[in-house]
Protein backbone atom coordinates (compact mmCIF):
# COMPACT_ATOMS: atom_id res chain seq x y z
CA UNK A 1 0.00 0.00 0.00
CA UNK A 2 1.36 3.18 -0.95
CA UNK A 3 2.39 5.28 1.61
CA UNK A 4 -0.14 8.65 2.25
CA UNK A 5 2.65 11.87 1.21
CA UNK A 6 1.31 13.65 4.81
CA UNK A 7 2.61 10.44 6.57
CA UNK A 8 5.73 10.51 4.29
CA UNK A 9 6.94 13.85 5.18
CA UNK A 10 8.72 12.20 8.33
CA UNK A 11 10.99 9.67 6.72
CA UNK A 12 12.25 11.90 3.69
CA UNK A 13 15.31 12.75 5.87
CA UNK A 14 15.87 9.01 6.48
CA UNK A 15 16.47 8.90 2.75
CA UNK A 16 20.27 8.05 1.44
CA UNK A 17 20.73 7.94 -2.05
CA UNK A 18 24.45 7.44 -2.35
CA UNK A 19 25.66 4.85 -4.54
CA UNK A 20 26.68 1.47 -3.68
CA UNK A 21 29.97 0.61 -4.90
CA UNK A 22 28.63 -2.90 -6.66
CA UNK A 23 26.75 -0.55 -9.05
CA UNK A 24 28.36 1.49 -11.59
CA UNK A 25 25.62 4.34 -12.28
CA UNK A 26 25.76 7.51 -13.88
CA UNK A 27 25.88 10.69 -11.19
CA UNK A 28 23.38 12.40 -12.76
CA UNK A 29 20.55 10.25 -12.03
CA UNK A 30 22.06 9.20 -8.66
CA UNK A 31 20.08 11.76 -6.74
CA UNK A 32 17.07 13.59 -6.64
CA UNK A 33 15.71 16.56 -4.30
CA UNK A 34 14.30 14.25 -1.39
CA UNK A 35 13.03 17.89 0.64
CA UNK A 36 10.79 18.75 -2.97
CA UNK A 37 7.95 17.06 -1.43
CA UNK A 38 7.62 18.65 1.86
CA UNK A 39 8.50 22.24 0.19
CA UNK A 40 5.61 21.15 -2.27
CA UNK A 41 3.25 20.12 0.43
CA UNK A 42 4.01 23.40 1.91
CA UNK A 43 2.86 25.63 -0.97
CA UNK A 44 0.19 23.65 -1.40
CA UNK A 45 -1.12 24.78 2.36
CA UNK A 46 -0.67 28.00 1.80
CA UNK A 47 -1.68 28.53 -1.17
CA UNK A 48 -5.23 26.37 -0.16
CA UNK A 49 -5.25 28.88 2.64
CA UNK A 50 -4.84 32.08 0.18
CA UNK A 51 -8.32 30.80 -2.06
CA UNK A 52 -9.87 29.99 1.72
CA UNK A 53 -9.08 33.83 3.02
CA UNK A 54 -9.67 34.98 -0.74
CA UNK A 55 -13.59 33.88 -0.42
CA UNK A 56 -14.07 34.60 2.88
CA UNK A 57 -13.05 38.31 1.94
CA UNK A 58 -14.90 38.19 -1.08
CA UNK A 59 -12.17 39.30 -2.97
CA UNK A 60 -12.00 39.88 -7.15
CA UNK A 61 -11.23 37.52 -9.47
CA UNK A 62 -7.57 38.81 -10.17
CA UNK A 63 -6.72 37.10 -6.81
CA UNK A 64 -7.89 33.75 -7.34
CA UNK A 65 -6.36 33.48 -10.55
CA UNK A 66 -3.32 34.75 -9.54
CA UNK A 67 -3.07 31.70 -6.61
CA UNK A 68 -4.72 29.60 -9.80
CA UNK A 69 -1.35 30.42 -11.90
CA UNK A 70 0.62 29.69 -8.90
CA UNK A 71 -0.74 26.51 -8.16
CA UNK A 72 -0.01 26.00 -12.09
CA UNK A 73 3.73 26.33 -11.52
CA UNK A 74 3.56 24.57 -8.58
CA UNK A 75 1.89 21.16 -10.66
CA UNK A 76 4.73 21.94 -13.11
CA UNK A 77 6.93 21.34 -10.48
CA UNK A 78 6.19 18.12 -9.13
CA UNK A 79 5.88 16.85 -13.01
CA UNK A 80 9.37 17.44 -13.05
CA UNK A 81 10.27 16.36 -10.11
CA UNK A 82 8.37 12.83 -10.76
CA UNK A 83 10.79 12.56 -13.75
CA UNK A 84 14.03 13.23 -12.09
CA UNK A 85 12.80 10.18 -9.40
CA UNK A 86 11.33 8.04 -12.06
CA UNK A 87 14.96 8.33 -13.81
CA UNK A 88 16.55 7.42 -10.33
CA UNK A 89 14.35 4.28 -9.98
CA UNK A 90 14.41 3.07 -13.70
CA UNK A 91 18.12 3.76 -13.83
CA UNK A 92 19.00 1.47 -10.83
CA UNK A 93 15.82 -1.42 -11.07
CA UNK A 94 16.95 -2.24 -14.94
CA UNK A 95 19.29 -3.99 -13.40
CA UNK A 96 16.25 -6.58 -11.70
CA UNK A 97 14.27 -5.97 -14.34
CA UNK A 98 15.84 -4.20 -17.69
CA UNK A 99 12.91 -4.86 -19.97
CA UNK A 100 9.95 -3.39 -17.27
CA UNK A 101 10.55 0.13 -18.41
CA UNK A 102 9.14 -0.62 -22.16
CA UNK A 103 6.53 -2.17 -21.31
CA UNK A 104 5.17 0.29 -17.95
CA UNK A 105 5.56 3.69 -19.33
CA UNK A 106 3.88 5.99 -17.12
CA UNK A 107 6.28 6.88 -14.36
CA UNK A 108 3.70 6.85 -11.56
CA UNK A 109 2.57 2.87 -12.78
CA UNK A 110 6.22 2.66 -12.80
CA UNK A 111 6.74 3.05 -9.40
CA UNK A 112 3.93 1.00 -7.86
CA UNK A 113 5.09 -2.27 -10.24
CA UNK A 114 8.56 -2.00 -9.05
CA UNK A 115 7.17 -1.49 -5.39
CA UNK A 116 5.28 -4.52 -5.84
CA UNK A 117 7.54 -6.38 -7.73
CA UNK A 118 10.74 -5.74 -5.26
CA UNK A 119 13.07 -8.83 -5.70
CA UNK A 120 10.56 -11.56 -6.55
CA UNK A 121 11.38 -14.01 -9.12
CA UNK A 122 8.00 -15.86 -9.44
CA UNK A 123 5.47 -13.85 -11.57
CA UNK A 124 2.10 -15.39 -9.54
CA UNK A 125 3.83 -13.58 -6.26
CA UNK A 126 3.69 -10.08 -8.07
CA UNK A 127 -0.35 -9.19 -7.27
CA UNK A 128 -0.25 -6.66 -9.61
CA UNK A 129 -4.13 -6.78 -9.90
CA UNK A 130 -5.53 -2.84 -9.97
CA UNK A 131 -2.58 -1.51 -11.08
CA UNK A 132 -2.15 -2.52 -14.66
CA UNK A 133 -4.61 -3.42 -17.54
CA UNK A 134 -4.58 -7.58 -17.67
CA UNK A 135 -2.97 -7.69 -20.93
CA UNK A 136 0.51 -5.94 -19.33
CA UNK A 137 0.05 -8.17 -16.38
CA UNK A 138 0.21 -10.70 -18.57
CA UNK A 139 3.32 -9.45 -20.56
CA UNK A 140 5.00 -8.31 -17.51
CA UNK A 141 4.71 -11.52 -16.17
CA UNK A 142 5.89 -13.37 -19.24
CA UNK A 143 9.00 -11.12 -19.58
CA UNK A 144 9.96 -11.45 -16.24
CA UNK A 145 10.14 -15.06 -16.47
CA UNK A 146 12.45 -14.50 -19.32
CA UNK A 147 14.25 -11.60 -17.69
CA UNK A 148 18.28 -11.47 -17.66
CA UNK A 149 18.04 -9.39 -14.64
CA UNK A 150 19.25 -10.34 -11.36
CA UNK A 151 17.86 -9.76 -7.61
CA UNK A 152 19.41 -6.24 -6.31
CA UNK A 153 21.04 -5.79 -2.56
CA UNK A 154 18.53 -5.09 0.03
CA UNK A 155 20.15 -1.72 0.56
CA UNK A 156 20.00 -0.79 -2.90
CA UNK A 157 16.21 -1.89 -3.27
CA UNK A 158 15.23 0.23 -0.16
CA UNK A 159 16.43 2.85 -1.87
CA UNK A 160 14.24 2.40 -4.79
CA UNK A 161 11.47 1.74 -2.80
CA UNK A 162 12.20 5.19 -0.52
CA UNK A 163 12.12 6.42 -4.34
CA UNK A 164 8.92 4.98 -5.36
CA UNK A 165 6.79 5.77 -2.07
CA UNK A 166 8.42 9.54 -3.16
CA UNK A 167 7.20 9.36 -6.45
CA UNK A 168 3.78 7.98 -5.17
CA UNK A 169 3.58 10.74 -2.88
CA UNK A 170 4.32 13.19 -5.08
CA UNK A 171 1.43 12.05 -7.32
CA UNK A 172 -0.75 12.12 -4.79
CA UNK A 173 -0.16 16.10 -3.81
CA UNK A 174 -0.44 16.72 -7.98
CA UNK A 175 -4.14 15.01 -7.81
CA UNK A 176 -5.07 17.16 -5.33
CA UNK A 177 -3.66 20.25 -6.69
CA UNK A 178 -5.61 19.36 -9.99
CA UNK A 179 -8.77 19.19 -7.87
CA UNK A 180 -8.10 22.51 -6.45
CA UNK A 181 -7.78 24.58 -9.67
CA UNK A 182 -10.56 22.75 -10.80
CA UNK A 183 -13.07 23.64 -8.31
CA UNK A 184 -12.18 27.23 -8.68
CA UNK A 185 -13.18 27.62 -11.99
CA UNK A 186 -16.37 28.86 -11.86
CA UNK A 187 -14.86 31.43 -9.81
CA UNK A 188 -12.18 32.57 -12.51
CA UNK A 189 -13.51 31.57 -15.59
CA UNK A 190 -17.83 30.90 -15.20
CA UNK A 191 -18.35 31.10 -18.85
CA UNK A 192 -15.41 29.43 -20.41
CA UNK A 193 -16.06 26.57 -17.32
CA UNK A 194 -20.22 25.89 -18.57
CA UNK A 195 -18.60 26.09 -22.11
CA UNK A 196 -16.07 23.48 -22.12
CA UNK A 197 -16.57 22.07 -18.73
CA UNK A 198 -14.40 21.68 -15.60
CA UNK A 199 -11.41 19.29 -16.62
CA UNK A 200 -10.79 21.42 -20.02
Partial sequence: MATPYYTFFTDLEELELDDDADFDFDADLNSYDDNL?????????????????????????????????????????????????????????????PELESIVHYPVDYARVVKKIGNQID?????????????????????SSTTSGKPLPNQELNKII???????????????IVDLVESRMSYVAPNLYVVVGMAV
Avoid: W
Avoid at 123 to 143: D, E, K, R, W, Y
Avoid at 162 to 175: G, Q, V
Fill in 162 to 176: DACDHAIALDSLKNK
Fill in 37 to 97: LYRSQQRYTDILLKLQNAEEADSDVVGRYKLIMECNLLLAEIENEIAIVHNFISNKYCFKF
Fill in 123 to 143: PSLFHLQGLLPSSIIMVVSLT
